[in-house]
Structures are given as C-alpha cells and as structure tokens.
Nanobody, 125 residues
C-alpha cells in the first residue's frame, strides 16, 4: 500500500517561498510519475508539477512556470516542490501524487493516481 508523508505547507506573504516535501513509501515510486496537484476552495483540481525517473521528463503548469521547480531524491524516496515568488492565487491544498498508470510526465494528469492527505499553502497579500 502506497503511503505519502507531506510537509512544508504553511502561511506566507506574497512573494515568499516554501518548499513542500513528500516521502513516498510502500510502492516502487521510481517506476512511476510523481508530483503535485492542488485544489483551491470552489475550484477544480490543477496539476502543478510532475517528475519522472524513467524518462527524465518533467512538467510544470503554465501558472507556475518560472516560479516553481520540482525535484526528487530517489535514495530518500522524496519529492520536493520548490515554490518561489508565491502569489495569492497559489493558495490551495497541495497533494502529493503518484500516477500508477504512467511512468512519464509527457501527459501529466494524475487521473489514475494515489495521493496523500494534502498540505495547506496560504499566501496573503
């Protein structure tokens, strides 16, 4: 059974930075695309970022390009989302996810995924 331990969320002012961490266990995460999606109140799910070990592909949503980066440490089974220049519209619950149907991020959707409990990110003006 796959398990996720997410951390790093919190409250920050506009322009600030946060780093989200997610330890994935109980599954051979190296073989699958992993990443983050977010959901803001009253809005649908948005795939934020994805990273693949199998083909080295990555994905960043247009809304976060130039501000967010994703990385993973396979030895630690950990995926990171580095968030800089945060905007109020980045406020959401961020979920770490593993797409069990995809090993590549070329079509990042996380529509066939396991995900964690989520961590809140709140950006104030």
């Amino acid at each position: 059974q796959v398990q996720f331990v997410e951390s790093g969320g919190g409250s920050v002012q506009r322009g600030g930075s946060l780093r989200l961490s997610c330890v994935v266990s109980g599954f051979n995460a190296d073989d699958y695309a992993v990443g983050w999606f977010r959901q803001a109140p009253g809005k649908g799910r948005e795939v934020v970022s994805c990273i693949s070990t199998s083909d080295g592909s990555t994905y960043l949503a247009d809304s976060v390009k130039g501000r967010f980066t994703i990385s993973r440490d396979n030895a630690k089974g950990t995926v990171y989302l580095h968030m800089n220049a945060l905007k109020v519209e980045d406020t959401a619950v961020y979920y770490c996810a593993l797409d069990w149907a995809r090993s590549s991020c070329s079509d990042a959707r996380f529509d066939s995924a396991f995900w964690g409990q989520g961590t809140q990110v709140a950006v104030s003006s």
